[in-house]
């Protein structure tokens, strides 16, 4: 078999394969004799129909079934005699296919890069340093008591943060539209689940009031036939209500799983809870910081066909999240997906070569402590633990999760890492600080 190979760019090749006539001829003969055994053909008895009639029948058939696993096998063959990885399918164009011809083809297809992951030495990394404070623990208990709240009718003008039970019906031009309209609603003044002005306009309304109010749907709005149409909504309040929030007591502790040790036991476990909250996080913060850095320092041509491969990836996940709303939909085009794919895609790329090159395994300790880490947020840890260790699937992905975080770390030791204190809010909810 002669193979020669043409680099068409950086990552693209065009090599051309050719098979000796013989190698086919040999298989087809090989073929048809085993046919002689086999087929049933009238006047002659099973077995012992002579080869030349065969051939006559079978012979085109057989040729063009040879020559297709013959192009499939050689194709492998041809990139393994010349150390080729192909990053995805090859288009193969056939140049000759004649019998009693040697078989020639090109195939063209692309390479994966040769990377060679830049130094990461100078790259700084900020690691949060949190304390976790009384007053920190005490915004959760308040958290948690907004849960068991209560709703009570009150006599009184609504305002910021009460609730208030509306019927309401929309109207766009005058005519009432597809989904404006619903009775007995509940909604809670402030959430800002309703369209902007629609919550503020029903503030100072008491049980039996009337009120026509008139707002403009965002331009983004998902539903397009409202999209940026004024519209107006004839409201009448059923009932305010007010929020009644539940005294923290041994009570409110045994709600919360805590049967002894009342509302300090209670204030310690939600302290554990934020605890393993707050690591996490600051793995999350440090490790994006990791990976956009040898994104930055690492430029590699990427093949085409993986980047597409990911951005399928990444709409079936988008289609998976979204449900049948997102299908065929212009938003999902590839030009939506392109630059988060171009960026895992390298990152990929990059990470496994620097788990070659410095023969990075999964530490299985490592990966031992994250499962019991991630384990004691659930109500019943062991049954969680034992469902990773029965599922190859999510074990795998676990392993796999614990050896970037290892690669994570082998890059820091080349960072310059400056610790910052900051406080729990700010690291768990950086938008909220950003907005304030």
């Not at 000759?96 to 040697?102: L, P, R």
């Not at 539209?177 to 003044?189: D, M, P, T, Y």
């Not at 007591?249 to 709600?255: C, I, L, T």
């Not at 990976?291 to 980047?307: E, G, I, S």
Request: hydrophobic fraction near 35%; charge should be negative.
């Amino acid at each position: 078999m002669q193979v020669s190979v043409e680099s068409l760019s950086s990552l693209e090749r065009r090599m051309t394969v050719q098979v000796p006539a013989e190698r086919i001829q040999e298989e087809v003969d090989r073929r048809l004799k085993s046919l002689v055994k086999r087929v049933k053909i009238d006047g002659f008895r099973p077995g012992k129909v002579p080869l030349k009639v065969v051939q006559q029948r079978y012979g085109d058939g057989v040729y063009q079934e040879v020559l297709g696993e013959l192009m499939q096998s050689s194709y492998q063959d041809a990139l393994t005699q010349e150390n080729l990885i192909p990053a995805g399918p090859p288009d193969i164009e056939p140049k000759s296919v004649e019998a009693g011809q040697a078989l020639e083809y090109v195939a063209v297809f692309e390479v994966f890069p040769e990377v060679v992951p830049a130094d990461m030495g100078g790259v700084e990394i900020t690691r949060p340093q949190v304390d976790i404070t009384d007053a920190d623990v005490d915004k959760v208990v308040e958290s948690l008591r907004k849960q068991r709240r209560q709703w009570s009718d009150v006599e009184r003008e609504s305002a910021k943060g009460d609730r208030i039970v509306i019927d309401f019906t929309g109207t766009l031009d005058g005519e009432v539209f597809e989904g404006g309209s619903a009775e007995g609603a509940n909604l809670e003044l402030g959430e800002g689940r309703m369209i902007p002005g629609f919550e503020e306009q029903l503030e100072g309304l008491k049980a039996g009031d009337q009120k026509t109010i008139s707002v403009t749907f965002p331009e983004d709005y998902p539903a397009e036939h409202l999209a940026g149409r004024p519209a107006e909504f004839a409201v009448t309040v059923k009932a305010v209500q007010e929020s009644v929030l539940p005294e923290v007591n041994d009570e409110f502790a045994k709600d919360f799983g805590v049967e002894e040790g009342g509302v300090e036991k209670l204030r310690e476990e939600v302290r554990k809870n934020m605890g393993r909250e707050m690591e996490q996080a600051v793995k999350a913060k440090v490790k994006d910081q990791v990976m956009q850095a040898l994104f930055d320092r690492n430029a590699v041509d990427l093949p085409k066909a993986v980047v597409k491969d990911e951005i399928d990836r990444l709409r079936e996940q988008a289609i998976s999240r979204f449900g049948r709303s997102a299908q065929g939909v212009p938003d999902l085009a590839d030009e939506l997906f392109e630059e988060e794919a171009r960026r895992r895609v390298a990152l990929g790329l990059v990470i496994r070569e620097i788990i070659r090159r410095d023969e990075i395994r999964v530490d299985q300790a490592r990966v031992t402590a994250e499962l019991e880490a991630m384990s004691a947020g659930y109500e019943d840890p062991e049954q969680v633990m034992k469902y990773y260790r029965n599922n190859k699937q999510a074990m795998s992905g676990l392993e796999a999760m614990v050896l970037e975080q290892q690669v994570v770390d082998r890059v820091l030791e080349q960072c310059q890492v400056k610790d910052e204190s900051i406080s729990f809010d700010s690291l768990m909810n950086p938008s909220q600080e950003t907005e304030a």
